[in-house]
Structure formats: C-alpha cells, structure tokens
C-alpha cells in the first residue's frame, strides 16, 4: 500500500511537471504503509525528513534512515524517539504536529482525521504542493477544502490508498492461474494500476468541470464503476 500511495502522487507530481526527485516529504506514522511508502519515495529521490508514532516525531534534516525506521519499528517493536540512538543530529517532538515541519509533500499515514484545518493551513503557509493520503480519511473535510482552495493537489485515500487491495487482487490472479511473478512483476503491475487510477479521476473530474479535483473525479469514477457492474450483471 505505501508504494501504491508514491507511484499515485509521483503521477500527481507530473501533472505540476515535476517529481519526488528532490522533494522534502513528511510521513506520518511508521507502520507498513508509512515505512514502504518512505523507502519508495526515497528511491524515487524525495527526501523524507519527518516520520512519526503515537507518541511524537522525529525530524531529522539530513534525511530519515529507513533502515533504521525498520530496525525500530519491525525488529525492536519500540517507539520512534528511539531514532535519536541512532542519530544524533536528529530531533524528536512529543506530541507535536508533524505538519509544521515544512515539506513539499505530505503523506498521512496514521490515523483518521490527523490533518485538521489547522495542520491543512500550516502545510499551505510552508508551501506543500501535494497531499496524498494513506490513512482511510486521514483529512477532514475542512481541511480538503481549504487545501484545494489553495491549489495544493490533494488525493483522497479511496484512490491512493488502493493499493493494498490491487497487490490482493495480483495474488488471487497469480493463485487461480498457477503463476509466479517476481517481487519487479508485481512492484511494475502495481505502478500501471496506480498510475492507471489516477488517470482515470483526473480524467473524470476534467470531464465533469472539476478540473484538478481529485475529490470528485474519484466520487464520481467510483460510482460509475459500481453503476456499470450493477446493470451489466441485471441488479437495476
């Protein structure tokens, strides 16, 4: 799911005619979805500079050490302020709002409504251009509006977070087919299908008059896929 939500958001990046490479970037949390999506952004050459947990996050402006994100958080079991051990010049906030450190693409990867009005005006005031969510509702709705009256691209998580379902869907078709693909097969089938929803709502929110709103073109590209399976199957 987290590389699902960077190969989304690199799309959104090209709309603007630019990409990860070179793009300051804070994840929150540091679960699955936080750690992947860190360490695909990273490969695509952003540079992650905060991550967090429950407890607080940790900045650190050379760049985040997935390796040791990992280490923490999937070996350890423990709590991201253990990353100063490892890092010095690193610096770690209780408590604090990830938000106010500035980026240029944000990522919520934590919990339900963690980017309120206020985190949403923050991230405008340090000049964010994209916010992708990989948290299910991680923006309230003040917040979504706020940023795209502020022209910051912004995915909702129906479309960005797709991609642990469509890793899910690969699987059936390898098991009901007796195939194998490689960890590229699947990594590269991934990209296509993300790459390939984000076209679609883009496309749909054009179509519909809502140039740029990502919202809607999800809203409406969703309803439609649902309305087309129920007639072709006889249900309406």
């Known amino acids: 799911t987290g590389y699902g939500l960077v190969y989304l958001t690199e799309k959104m990046l090209e709309s ?47 760049g985040i050490n997935i390796e040791t994100i990992k280490v923490i958080k999937e070996q350890q079991r423990g709590r991201i302020c253990e990353y100063l051990k490892y890092h010095k010049n690193a610096q770690y906030f209780e408590n604090g709002l990830i938000w106010s450190v500035p980026c240029h693409v944000a990522l919520p990867c934590a919990t339900q409504n963690e980017i309120t009005e206020q985190g949403a005006k923050i991230l405008v005031e340090n000049g964010c251009i994209a916010v992708a969510e990989g948290s299910n509702m991680s923006t309230n709705i003040e917040a979504i509006e706020l ?3 502020n022209n910051v691209l912004f995915a909702p998580g129906k479309a960005s977070n797709a991609g642990g379902v469509a890793v899910s869907a690969l699987e059936m078709a390898q098991n009901s087919a007796r195939l194998y693909w490689s960890f590229n097969d699947v990594d590269e089938k991934l990209q296509d299908i993300m790459h390939s929803i984000y076209t679609s709502i883009s496309e749909t929110a054009e179509a519909y008059g809502m140039k740029g709103n990502l919202v809607a073109g999800a809203n409406i590209a969703g309803f439609k896929k649902v309305a087309q399976a129920m007639l072709f199957q006889g249900v309406v």
């Open 16 to 62: 603007l005619d630019t990409s990860f490479n070179g793009k300051t970037t804070s994840i929150s949390g540091s679960g699955n979805v936080a750690i992947y999506a860190a360490e695909k952004a990273m490969q695509l050459g952003a540079k992650v500079i905060a991550m967090s947990d429950s407890n607080g996050y940790v900045y650190d402006k050379d």
């Open 147 to 149: 940023l795209q009256k």
